[in-house]
């Protein structure tokens, strides 16, 4: 199909009704003071939640005993499951094993594997027992050179237990950094010269006498987890979840997304547990609303892509979350498989990304694809939100819904917007908000405003300065914006956006750099599968080689003449650019294990580059228009 006749496809498409579903009415009352600051209060009030997390547990395993709460690839081709009985039950028996190891915030479990079922029943029974822990991203044990972060955080948490799911995968990672007074619980494999405990130990301790009245005895400011995000040096910050945020959070999630409540959410999912969207959010939503998730090992990489589409083949979700690369990485296969897209789509409520902006291209292709199969628009939602928010702040409506629109605040949360540099800087306030990162007060103060409002950095627009009940737009990251040598400011984010969605399909995102120059530059990261769309011929996976094929240059110089041609002004207006042809680092914080980049850390790591850029000398690659 030609991409003429696939714009009129999707053009099509979006004349046609949106699935309907049960959803929440957001509207807010509003206060405006005489410094220009504004108050968001949602005019419907947040409805009961429980005081622990395991007290849906408790309720779906008598409710619902033999349903499926989670499911992952088992041996061969079959799934292992784990019911809500099943669950309760474990969890209990784990507690119960915590309980005779003086485990507390001071000695919490850190557990380093990535999503499993282990790793669930892990984080339930320390949930259940009252006892802290902290899913650390896996990439800090096998993808750092020099284990960095997580020798940080080791010192940072001091935990009194580690889990891994492999010790044979993870044996080096524990000999240089946990230790040797620290236990460490393995689901398998070993630990050379070390004594590693069995998960199933755990699993076969008997109940212990006091286990109901420790469960009972959590409370609402009872640590949960620590949840790890990045900090402006590049270190993680542990964000404290405690009980009361994660029930709160998912109450106004269910009051807002009330298709939750009609049927109970299947869902097959990726996203990592060491990150709020999947470890809080969506754990969360399945467990709250009675549902059942099953573990996708998939990534939307080249690599990964294969295993999410052999498990979309068999389950049929009723909400899927995703990110936009990974929705983009769907699209071929949506494509090209009838039986694929009946199967994705027959009883899809609601897709959901975050993370970045979804490209109209990915969003109308998702659009013509759903009406092809069932004759209807699936709703496409996002909001905002923060690890410090458990996450869920604010979110659209499925008809206000569109990329760069953020919504409104959801009962529960207050929102704050202060002027700030020409833009409207947001602010949190609700039950969901963290009281602060772990040992760290100094870094806690910076985070709040005198009034107790959590300051986000991130800048929001309204869709109608005169009627806010429209909603807002994300603004950009204050921290992200700097002014030109002519003293224009440039406002990061929306840019960053629009470059990357000119770029299609060849950028993945980009940089952007000029602080106190005369024009703007771009350091750009590629995405290596839309650059094997425009040259078939490169090699998978090498962004060297991606990054001076002749083929993929004059791609992007054509894509940058016609952005540098839109633009209204030195702030808009993009010169000069280079195409990384290294990867971005996570031991120097350039980037997360989950793809976010940190402008600051490239701009700084990268500083030799940009004056190459701004010297216009040949050997930095520069691409000029």
């Not at 602010?427 to 908000?433: E, L």
């Amino acid at each position: 199909m030609s991409a003429v006749a696939r714009t009129s496809d999707q053009t099509a498409a979006a004349k046609h009704p949106l699935r309907p579903i049960s959803y929440g009415d957001p509207a807010v009352r509003v206060e405006r003071h005489d410094d220009g600051t504004i108050y968001l209060r949602p005019t419907a009030a947040i409805g009961d939640y429980p005081t622990r997390v395991t007290d849906y547990l408790h309720h779906w395993a008598k409710e619902t005993p033999d349903r499926v709460f989670m499911g992952e690839r088992g041996e061969g081709d079959g799934w292992r499951e784990i019911t809500y009985a099943q669950m309760l039950d474990a969890a209990r028996r784990i507690a119960s094993s915590l309980l005779a190891r003086n485990l507390s915030p001071d000695r919490p479990i850190m557990i380093l594997s990535g999503n499993s079922i282990d790793h669930a029943l892990v984080a339930f029974g320390a949930l259940y027992a009252g006892v802290p822990f902290a899913p650390v991203s896996p990439a800090y044990s096998l993808v750092s050179k020099d284990y960095g972060k997580l020798k940080y955080l080791m010192g940072l948490l001091t935990p009194g237990l580690v889990f891994v799911d492999d010790g044979d995968v993870f044996a080096d990672a524990i000999r240089f950094n946990v230790p040797a007074d620290v236990e460490v619980v393995v689901s398998r494999g070993a630990l050379p010269d070390r004594h590693a405990t069995k998960l199933s130990e755990l699993l076969t301790t008997a109940e212990a006498t006091g286990l109901d009245a420790a469960n009972q005895a959590i409370g609402p400011d009872t640590i949960a987890k620590f949840l790890l995000t990045s900090g402006s040096t590049g270190n993680p910050k542990a964000v404290i979840n405690t009980q009361r945020m994660m029930c709160a959070n998912q109450i106004m999630l269910r009051d807002t997304l009330a298709f939750l409540k009609d049927e109970p959410p299947v869902i097959i999912d990726w996203l990592p547990w060491n990150h709020t969207f999947g470890g809080n959010h969506n754990i969360g939503l399945t467990l709250f609303n009675g549902g059942s998730m099953y573990l996708d090992e998939g990534k939307p990489t080249p690599a990964g892509i294969a295993e999410t589409i052999r498990n979309l083949r068999e389950i049929s979700p009723t909400v899927y979350f995703n990110v936009p690369k990974g929705y983009e990485s769907l699209l071929p296969y949506l494509r090209e498989d009838a039986a694929l897209r009946e199967k994705f789509f027959s009883r899809l409520h609601a897709m959901f990304f975050s993370g970045a902006a979804l490209s109209p291209y990915v969003w109308g292709s998702l659009d013509e694809l759903s009406v092809q199969t069932t004759g209807k628009r699936v709703p496409m939602l996002t909001g905002l939100g923060a690890t410090e928010t458990a996450p869920f702040f604010m979110c659209v409506t499925p008809l206000t819904s569109r990329s760069g629109h953020v919504g409104l605040p959801v009962p529960g949360n207050d929102a704050k917007l202060v002027p700030n540099n020409g833009k409207m800087e947001v602010r949190a306030k609700g039950p969901n908000v963290t009281p602060g990162y772990w040992r760290q007060p100094d870094l806690t103060a910076k985070a709040f405003d005198d009034e107790g409002y959590y300051i986000f950095g991130d800048a929001l627009k309204a869709v109608d300065p005169d009627d806010f009940d429209a909603g807002f737009d994300f603004d950009g990251r204050i921290s992200e914006d700097f002014k030109l040598g002519s003293g224009t400011w440039v406002s990061v984010g929306p840019l960053r956006a629009r470059f990357v969605g000119a770029c299609a399909p060849l950028v993945r995102d980009v940089v952007i750099a000029g602080i106190n120059r005369d024009e703007l530059s771009a350091l750009v990261v590629l995405d290596l599968d839309g650059c094997r769309v425009i040259n078939p011929d490169l090699p998978p996976g090498d962004l060297a080689v991606a990054a001076h094929d002749p083929i993929i240059r004059d791609a992007f110089r054509e894509q940058l003449a016609s952005f540098r041609a839109g633009a209204t002004g030195s702030s808009t207006r993009i010169a000069k650019a280079v195409l990384l042809d290294t990867p971005l680092s996570i031991d120097k914080g350039e980037v997360t294990d989950k793809g976010s980049i940190n402008q600051r850390a490239v701009l700084e790591h990268r500083a030799a580059l940009i004056d190459d850029i701004y010297a216009g000398e040949a050997k930095a690659g520069v691409i000029s228009v």
